[in-house]
């Protein structure tokens, strides 16, 4: 039996964590994505930071949208990196290992996320 | 005069650990424009004002004719007198005209300073057995409460039954090759104060004498010039002080100089003798002031020790030492890597840097532009320059020459061999030229350079690139090129790169933004200098990418980061240093410069490699044969944690390599504290080991008793963040594998 802190399982609170550190690399993409792209670089960062900012969200309110949208910018991320650099594995890790491993806790995520929503649609109060 | 470079990195999984940035130390000047005020009119621009001025203000620095401080004269020696170039004796032959086949007789084992040696029982079937033979300690190394300054870089000399080395404070000692037992010590009671930028002496010079007969004391002797300014004489036997040479064996090189304190001024290189004469550069701490004590290179009698030439660039035609109240004359150029002597010619071929305040040029004179960051060919007799080679025009990179130049045959049109010199830079441009008399051998293009826009200081319109020769450096930074373990230092880094000025390798300094100097003066070739295997043509060559991210800052805003040059009263040493922040006092700006990384990992922003070795093949068309990253990331990782990978990733690294009849290459250099041996043929690392502390220094090979040894100072380097040792580690193969 699952612990239970303040009537949620100890799963949904680290769904909940995984959604405000996602949320928070959605901001700093988007804050020195905009810098960034207004001193005539890269758009990656800005556009992926808003789709991060908009999975975190989902995320905090308990949608498996958010955990899609993640997957979605983890697509993104490693399109743009293999369009960039190839497949030069030094360049690869800055861009796409971390979200990569970030990717793994995310789909772990789903059948939680799922669970949340069932029971939301069952009519419960989360 | 320095030689730095850090840390580099490595991979590591914690991506998460978010570098949220600080630009506050690169921000824009804010209070833009020149101070007019502080320039000085065009009468005024070339030396300085006899006198303080009246009101010497709270950034003043004393007077250049106010009396040296305590400690400057470390010995408290008296004048040395002159002697006529003509008088002096006819030379003996030297060790290092021709060393014994086991012996490592100069810097770079050989008045050519190629780095080879005939040596070949050590070979690429047996490299792998080599084991520590015995390890010496020098004593030099920081004490509780001293910052750490050391960086040994020391390379031992071996000629006949000794081997002769100095510790990173110039203490000097002969030790037995075969086991390491100190056969004397000859300690100089060098102060701290003294250290400079670095506590390094590269090693130290043998010199046979005509005028005592052998058998006597000082027949042999070990020269050697300090930290603290003195170039002293001893006898090779005993390491007691010659008393025919100076004062007791020692002269005063600061006599001359005019106002200095302990530090400013220094000797890292074993000085050069040529013809009799001991050839003497130093360095002068970096971007201090405009007015900083002179870069005069001199000469000596290498018998008494007497005054015999000056070369001071703006007092060309006046060899003599500067009398009464006079010194020589003030910011010029200095030169303070190893000089290579030529007997045949008569001339010592001088390494410059640029003239101070490195980073703005605005007040230099025109001979000062005319010779500096080249090789100058000086007349031995004289002290006047033969020919000039300039590798940067109008520098303000900090392109300062930190390699010593190598001699060799280079095979000609005719079939007939040019003598030639190797002139590396830290721009990876390599230069050939012909010795006799300065022309390159191989093409060189002057390409157009972009201007400047900083008021009152102009760029050349061109620079020079030796197209014959492989070039020792990356393509130009992108945008993608730049690294880091995450996407957020990435990013970081990204916005680094966009904020600065970058038009490529001359992109001239800027007030309103950073720029960023690549090679810059950590890059290319730097005081390890180039190893010439002369048999096989193949000349080893390690070098660096290390770009630099700088920006000129108004003198208002310097004295708010306190920048004061070391010799102002108010100087506080934790606010700039050479390779850092410089006040670069006396001239409109000051500079903030740091390595082109992110400063809360301490990782560079580009991506790796950061450290090369290429062998290039000289006697069939300066071929690249082989080239490869040079460093592991095992010792290093983001906040400077050794990750262990055995990944050869490429680390900045520091001191040259050795290459051995044997077919072999040694060198250490690198940061992840290695000696390795490579395959000269194929550049396969085919053994390493590791050291106790970091190998930037050159190292050398001897034998002695039929048994050849490989050593390396393990002395680490402050700024490269190695471990700092005493430690010379010595190798060779058990009696089994022989």
């Known amino acids: 039996m699952l612990r239970e802190y303040g009537g949620k399982p100890l799963v949904e609170w680290l769904v909940l964590l995984l959604g405000v550190v996602i949320f928070l690399v959605g901001l700093v993409f988007v804050a020195g994505g905009a810098e960034l792209a207004l001193l005539g670089g890269s758009l990656y960062y800005l556009l992926c930071g808003l789709v991060l900012l908009a999975s975190g969200t989902a995320m905090l309110m308990g949608r498996t949208l958010g955990a899609l949208l993640y997957l979605a910018a983890l697509a993104y991320t490693w399109a743009w990196s293999v369009w960039e650099v190839g497949f030069s594995p030094v360049d690869l890790l800055p861009r796409a290992f971390g979200p990569t491993l970030l990717g793994l806790p995310v789909l772990f995520s789903i059948p939680v996320l799922r669970r949340m929503a069932t029971r939301r649609a069952i009519g419960g109060i989360c | ?327 020589y004359s003030r910011g010029t150029p200095n030169s303070w890597a190893a000089m290579t002597g030529d007997d045949a010619l008569g001339l010592v071929y001088v390494p410059t840097g640029n003239a101070a305040g490195d980073y703005f040029s605005g007040y230099r004179s025109a001979a000062e532009n005319a010779v500096s960051t080249s090789i100058v060919a000086l007349d031995v007799r004289t002290g006047s320059p033969r020919w000039v080679f300039q590798t940067v025009h109008k520098d303000v990179w900090d392109y300062d020459m930190g390699s010593q130049v190598t001699m060799m045959d280079m095979p000609g049109t005719d079939g007939q061999t040019v003598p030639a010199i190797i002139v590396p830079t830290k721009r990876g441009q390599t230069f050939v030229l012909d010795r006799r008399t300065g022309q390159s051998i191989l093409p060189v293009e002057e390409r157009p350079a972009p201007a400047g826009d900083v008021a009152g200081d102009t760029r050349a319109p061109t620079q020079p690139w030796s197209v014959g020769m492989p070039s020792l450096h990356m ?119 740091a390595p082109f990384w992110d400063p809360f990992t301490r990782m560079l922003c580009h991506k790796p490699p950061y450290g090369m070795i290429t062998a290039i093949d000289m006697k069939h068309g300066q071929k690249v044969l082989w080239q490869h990253p040079l460093g592991t990331a095992r010792a290093n990782g983001p906040w400077g944690l050794p990750t262990g990978l055995p990944w050869e990733i490429g680390t900045p690294n520091n001191g040259g390599a050795v290459v051995t009849a044997g077919g072999l290459v040694f060198i250490g250099a690198a940061t992840d504290n290695l000696i390795r041996a490579i395959d000269e043929r194929t550049g396969r690392v085919l053994w390493s080991h590791v050291l106790p502390g970091g190998g930037q220094a050159n190292p050398m090979t001897y034998e002695v008793n039929g048994r050849q040894y490989v050593a390396i100072m393990a002395g680490g380097h402050h700024f490269m963040m190695t471990p700092v040792t005493d430690q010379l580690v010595v190798f060779a193969l058990p009696q089994a594998a022989r």
């Open chain 2, 1 to 327: 005069m320095r030689r730095y470079r850090f840390l580099a990195m490595g991979m590591a999984a914690a991506w998460l650990c978010l570098p949220v940035s600080s630009h506050a130390q690169f921000a824009a000047a804010g209070s833009g424009g020149p101070p007019g005020a502080s320039i000085p009119g065009p009468g005024r621009a070339d030396e300085p004002a006899e006198q303080a001025p009246a009101d010497p203000g709270y950034f003043a620095g004393p007077s250049p004719y106010a009396p040296q401080a305590p400690g400057v004269n470390a010995a408290n020696l008296p004048d040395i007198g002159s002697v006529a170039a003509d008088s002096l004796p006819a030379m003996l032959p030297q060790a290092g005209a021709a060393p014994a086949p086991g012996d490592w007789a100069t810097y770079g084992r050989d008045d050519a300073q190629t780095r080879y040696s005939p040596l070949a029982q050590i070979t690429p079937e047996n490299v792998s057995h080599l084991q520590v033979a015995f390890t010496y300690h020098t004593g030099s190394y920081p004490r509780p409460g001293q910052t750490n300054k050391w960086a040994a870089e020391t390379t031992p000399i071996k000629v006949g039954d000794g081997l002769y080395m100095c510790s990173a404070q110039n203490d000097i000692m002969k030790l037995d090759p075969a086991t390491g037992k100190e056969i004397w010590r000859r300690n100089l009671g060098e102060k701290y104060e003294a250290i400079p930028y670095t506590a390094a002496c590269k090693g130290v010079t043998y010199f046979t004498s005509s005028q005592v007969p052998q058998g006597q004391p000082c027949h042999n002797r070990i020269l050697e010039g300090t930290l603290d300014m003195r170039l002293v004489a001893v006898d090779a036997a005993t390491g007691e002080f010659c008393p025919g040479f100076g004062h007791g064996g020692q002269v005063n090189l600061m006599q001359g100089m005019g106002e200095s304190v302990p530090g400013f001024v220094a000797m890292t290189v074993p000085p050069t003798v040529v013809n009799g004469v001991v050839v003497v550069n130093h360095q002068v701490l970096d971007g201090q002031r405009r007015w900083a004590p002179s870069g005069v290179v001199r000469g000596y009698d290498a018998e008494s020790g007497r005054f015999v030439w000056a070369w001071d660039v703006k007092h060309p035609d006046d060899h003599d030492q500067p009398t009464g109240n006079r010194h």
């Open chain 2, 475 to 593: 393509p130009d930074l992108r945008e993608q090129d730049m690294w880091g373990m995450s996407p957020i230092d990435q990013l970081y880094c990204r916005i680094k790169f966009r904020r600065a000025h970058y038009v490529g390798e001359f992109t001239p300094p800027s007030l309103d933004r950073p720029w960023i100097m690549y090679p810059g003066n950590n890059g290319g070739s730097d005081w390890g200098s180039m190893a010439y295997d002369p048999q096989t043509g193949i000349l080893i060559a390690n070098w660096n990418a290390s770009p630099m991210y700088a920006q000129l800052i108004t003198r208002s805003k310097a004295d708010v980061l306190k920048l004061m040059p070391i010799d102002d009263p108010h100087y506080h040493p934790g606010a700039g240093a050479a390779e850092g922040n410089g006040p670069m006092e006396g001239t409109p700006y000051a500079i903030t410069i």
